[in-house]
């Protein structure tokens, strides 16, 4: 098992730019979810997922967009980059929303 | 509605004594509660979880965690400090959405 993979590990844009951040999982979870994560703020959670084809916004939903057309993946747009969403992105998944999450190894994105 | 605050967010205990990291959560219904911990440049990894079995629960690492409804609290403990336990460690409420805490981070001085 390869667990929760991410790619890519290290990503720069420019403003106005846009781009996919991809996550997958081979363990069959439903429940899946994006956090971005920023000095003194913790994990702040962008979407979430609770099965394919059903997504919903987290705390931080503005400027990045999600689909989940299989239960494996679960990719995240950000539409026009912006300096504001620099940060490291996590992907995380688990069984349900009360089990272990696991987390994939982060995507540092830098946008200048 | 569901958010979970850390009231600190930096600890310093000396080796060998106690640590106590305290959260209170708020939760439209009965929580699932979460500590994970994040060491430096590293991901994050489960401590304990609380899913309305006993409320005491025993975690890795000699960290245990203590359910209290009437104070929703959540607080972290461990009887004796290692210098391995310097990280950041975040508290998690879940129930339909999965949220986290600001963190707080742990100081161990020798």
């Known amino acids: 098992n390869a667990g929760v993979t991410q790619t890519p590990k290290f990503q720069v844009l420019k403003t106005g730019q846009s781009m996919t951040l991809q996550c997958a999982q081979d363990?069959?979870?439903?429940?899946m979810s994006w956090y971005r994560q920023d000095p003194g703020m913790g994990l702040r959670l962008i979407h979430y997922s609770v099965g394919a084809g059903i997504t919903d916004q987290g705390e931080v939903p503005n400027g990045y967009n999600v689909s989940r057309s299989t239960t494996e993946d679960f990719p995240l747009r950000l539409l026009s980059a912006a300096p504001s969403q620099t940060s490291v992105y996590f992907c995380?998944?688990?069984?349900?929303?009360?089990?272990?999450?696991?987390f994939g190894p982060g995507t540092r994105l830098t946008v200048t | 509605a569901q958010s979970v605050t850390q009231l600190d967010s930096h600890v310093s205990v000396s080796e060998g004594t106690p640590v106590l990291l305290r959260c209170n959560y708020s939760s439209s219904y009965s929580p699932s509660l979460f500590w994970y911990v994040q060491h430096p440049n590293k991901g994050l990894q489960l401590l304990l979880k609380?899913?309305?079995?006993?409320?005491l629960v025993k975690g890795i690492n000699g960290f245990e965690a203590e359910f209290k409804k009437s104070e929703t609290s959540f607080h972290l403990t461990k009887p004796s400090a290692h210098m391995s336990d310097a990280a950041e460690y975040f508290c998690v409420v879940s129930g339909g959405k999965i949220i986290f805490g600001k963190g707080t981070r742990l100081h161990i001085l020798p």
């Open positions: 609380y899913t309305s079995a006993a409320t």
């Open positions: 995380a998944s688990s069984r349900t929303d009360s089990g272990e999450q696991y």
């Open positions: 363990m069959n979870h439903e429940y």
